[in-house]
């Protein structure tokens, strides 16, 4: 029995993410000693029937149909933000205005003008010891993390060129559905900011630097894809026959930049999540010159497939 003080968790949105933090909360103090006790109290959809049904399954003490609740719990210590990124901002500064600590799913915001908003929040809440970070996952995976160190300690020397690549291949079909991440005023973008905003982070948070300047070329191959019921999660779920109306895809299935670092290095970075050909190649990757490697394959990071050159 842990004798660490509670850490009452209030989260916004239940779905893909949502069922992955809930997992992580639950199983993160078995694995690890933590300052502080994660509890799942509270979970929050627009839906009754749906969040009631959620929490059940994921093991939630309480629900709510409306975010701003969770904001006026007493009982609620951190604000989990698992909702499509255009609620990210509001419920953020919003959560931080009421001395809630947050966890934010990247891509932290849909413009650089809410990002900013939400960076000042995060200052100020800092100031008065409320904690925030966005959910930027692939920094926790020990191939990574370890770049990171070895960048730290000199042992790469002076970081002159970066590559990153990130592919997934879940909308080749062009009858894959509509979801809310194809639509550019829930998502902001599409591979850009769903996986390219991953290779973005972590090629600043492993060297230490900014990128300052980029020159990118975004590209949509399917411009029309089948509406289905429900928007949400990777692949939607609905009517996806042939004669099942379609909707208008308006974000990006791929994005390609070069772009400068505070440093002077280059990164060259490539993401999509809809690449042509029958290899389907799916995975992340990331190197910097000198030599350093990192490279996933598979949907998810697995961590067992590290490579070192
Ligand atoms: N870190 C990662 O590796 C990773 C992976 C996938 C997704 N994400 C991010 O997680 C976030 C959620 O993505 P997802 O894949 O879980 O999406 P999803 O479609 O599976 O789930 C979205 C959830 O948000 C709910 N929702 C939407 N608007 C809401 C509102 N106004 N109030 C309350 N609930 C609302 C939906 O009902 C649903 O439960 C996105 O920002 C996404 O980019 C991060």
């Not at 069922?19 to 078995?30: F, K």
């Not at 926790?140 to 042992?155: I, W, Y």
Request: net charge neutral.
């Amino acid at each position: 029995m842990t004798t660490a003080k509670p850490l009452r968790v209030g989260m916004v949105g239940y779905a893909f993410m949502g069922a992955a933090h809930s997992h992580a909360w639950r199983t993160a103090p078995r694995f690890f000693d933590l300052p502080l006790d994660p509890q799942l109290t509270a979970l929050c959809g627009r839906n009754d029937d749906g969040v009631r049904a959620a929490a059940g399954k994921l093991g939630w003490g309480s629900v709510e149909t409306d975010w701003r609740r969770l904001l006026e719990r007493d009982d609620i210590d951190l604000i989990d933000i698992c909702t499509p990124g255009n609620t990210h901002a509001e419920i953020a500064i919003a959560a931080l205005e009421a001395g809630k600590h947050v966890l934010c799913e990247k891509p932290l915001a849909n413009s650089v003008a809410e990002a900013e908003r939400m960076t000042e929040a995060a200052q100020a809440a800092a100031e008065r010891g409320v904690f925030s970070m966005c959910g930027f996952s692939y920094r926790r995976t020990p191939a990574l993390a370890l770049a990171k160190r070895m960048v730290e300690e000199g042992r790469l020397g002076t970081i002159r060129h970066v590559r990153a690549q990130y592919l997934q291949d879940w909308l080749s079909d062009e009858n894959a559905p509509m979801t809310w991440r194809l639509d550019k005023s829930k998502s902001g973008s599409g591979s850009l900011g769903d996986i390219g905003a991953h290779s973005i982070d972590a090629a600043q948070w492993v060297t230490g630097q900014q990128i300052t300047g980029v020159s990118a070329l975004l590209e949509t191959f399917v411009h029309e894809r089948p509406l289905a019921g429900d928007l949400v999660g990777l692949g939607g779920h609905g009517d996806v026959g042939a004669d099942a109306p379609r909707g208008a895809v308006t974000v990006d299935d791929a994005a390609i930049f070069t772009a400068r670092f505070s440093g002077d290095g280059l990164d060259g970075g490539t993401t999509s999540a809809a690449p042509s050909g029958s290899s389907r190649p799916r995975g992340s990757r990331w190197d910097a010159r000198t030599p350093c490697a990192w490279k996933s394959t598979g949907p998810r990071p697995p961590s067992r497939s590290t490579s070192k050159r």
